[in-house]
């Protein structure tokens, strides 16, 4: 690091302190080991202070400082970013800035479906406040008893109720950001339609942190939940998955909440790995559906509907096998089975991850495919394909095989990566779907990302924050 930068980095440290107070400094390197490595561990990072803010005037404060003295930011979250966005560089030349101390809920407004929320609320307080109220707040993340609202939006989270109410941009109304100079962006609305210009508000959710500092947000609420019908079900196949999908959104009045495909790997994965995980059916299947109705009345029928959906799609040979919760306990052991199994890839060895997304119809044909272009390239690996069939996102993984040597393994990713993104390329598909860019996917973006949007991009990025202070390293290639 230069004189220079050194003296404005200690120069920002001081006159943060003085800004935010010892309260909002972390300074001990014990303290501030857990903000310099990602999630999966793949990132390792440096920084001299955690800036803790307790308001967006102190937010507002740490970045005109930054701003002023060219001192990277790094904001940070709850710190479950599956691509190292939310980890310092390794120079130790950033400030990060926590936004854990902002957790308050400003408001829940019952009447007009809306609740303001500041960005450090753990998802799971935001959802446990809105039952309070007798009202739905749909996001729904394995993640969310520790991601944060701001690192949810930062990222456009999807999950697993995307297919009915969107991802995280189609729930948020309005924002409110510090801009990168320190200027505070009032756009806290909670109205559904205001035609006054360009839509701001869309510039940051997304932009994962390099556009300005979302610090509160006024989000969408729903009807409670009074009816709820859950299925794991056996299915033909992929196609057979799209066509039950399609059957069951027509008979339901797009009562389908989630609709999420499950390989038989991942079922022998789970329950081979994680306590409690067993399979919902008496013999094995190669595919499988969890799929959920839901409903804001008492008495919706949905279990008629179901069940005469899938009786019909089993004589047609769609359905091989089905079972649907009986109680909260089954219905609970379901979603453990799906939500684990990330955990039991983990715990099985190396993986090769993709998080892609292609049109839902295209979904089969994608899968054989890439499938059989990985095997070309090694034979004995196995394929845990699984996630939001619903809205046509997959977790295209690739496990090493059995007894297989790792480093070979691992040394073929960039060959199995490149191969699977060129077949996404080809379906117009998104070879980031739900999980961001940060600093694993820069590469991929400038690869496959239209050219005319990646300048446009960087030119909202150069007008937005001129000195390149926010969140270096991350989402744009080259900056």
């Known amino acids: 690091m230069s004189t220079e930068r050194t003296a404005s980095l200690d120069a920002a440290i001081k ?64 710190n479950t970013s599956y691509c190292g966005g939310a980890t310092p560089g390794a120079d130790g030349d950033e400030v990060v800035l926590s936004l854990a101390r902002m957790d308050r809920i400003r408001g829940l407004d019952a ?7 500041e960005a450090g609320c753990i998802l799971a307080n935001v959802k446990a406040a809105a039952e309070g109220a007798d009202r739905f707040f749909p996001l ?40 990168p100079d320190g200027r505070v962006l009032d756009g806290l609305t909670s109205l559904r339609k205001d035609n006054t210009g360009y839509d701001l508000r869309d510039l940051f959710i997304g932009a994962e942190g390099t556009l300005g500092v979302i610090t509160a947000a006024s989000l969408k609420l729903f ?46 994965l789970t329950a081979r790995h994680v306590p409690g995980v067993s ?83 295209s979904l089969p044909s994608f899968m054989e495919e890439a499938t059989a272009a990985v095997l070309a390239i090694i034979p004995m690996a196995r394929m845990v394909t699984y996630g939001h069939v619903g809205d046509g996102n997959l977790h295209f993984n690739v496990s090493e095989p059995a007894g297989g040597d790792r480093a070979a393994f691992m040394s073929r990713e960039a060959d199995i990566q490149s191969t699977v993104h060129e077949i996404v390329r080809r379906y117009r598909g998104s070879t980031s779907a739900e999980h961001g860019i940060g600093q694993l996917k820069r590469a991929q973006l400038a690869r496959y990302k239209d050219p005319v949007a990646l300048d446009l991009m960087r030119t909202i990025k150069r007008s937005l924050d001129p000195r390149g202070i926010m969140n270096p390293g991350k989402l744009l290639p080259g900056d």
């Open 15 to 78: 006159r943060i302190g003085r800004a935010i107070g010892p309260a909002g400094c972390i300074t001990e390197r014990e303290r501030i080991a857990p903000y310099l490595v990602d999630f999966r561990g793949l990132y390792h990072g440096a920084t001299p202070l955690v800036a803790r803010p307790n308001s967006t005037a102190e937010v507002s404060e740490v970045l005109a400082i930054c701003h002023e003295l060219g001192v990277g930011v790094v904001p940070h979250g709850g």
């Open 111 to 117: 009447a007009n479906f809306t609740i303001t929320v």
């Open 140 to 179: 729904s993340l394995g993640s969310e008893g520790s991601c944060q609202v701001g690192g949810n939006l930062a990222t456009n989270a999807g999950g697993l109720n995307a297919l009915r109410y969107g991802v995280a941009r189609d729930l948020a109304l309005g924002l409110e950001v510090v801009l």
């Open 223 to 268: 009807p409670a939940l009074r009816s709820i019908e859950t299925a794991f079900i056996a299915v033909a196949g992929p196609a057979a998955a799209v066509q039950l999908l399609e059957r069951l959104r027509g008979a339901s009045g797009e009562a389908v909440s989630t609709f999420e495909y499950l390989p038989r790997i991942a079922v022998e």
């Open 279 to 361: 399979d919902p059916l008496g013999r094995p299947y190669d595919c499988y559906v969890l799929c959920e109705l839901s409903s804001s009345r008492d008495s919706a029928g949905l279990r008629p509907v179901l069940e005469g959906c899938l009786e019909r799609a089993m004589s047609d040979g769609l359905v091989l096998d089905a079972v649907i919760a009986e109680s909260l306990a089954q219905r609970n052991a379901m979603w453990k089975l799906r939500e684990s199994v990330p955990e039991a890839q983990r715990a099985e060895g190396a993986s090769i991850k993709h998080d892609v997304s292609v049109p839902v119809a």
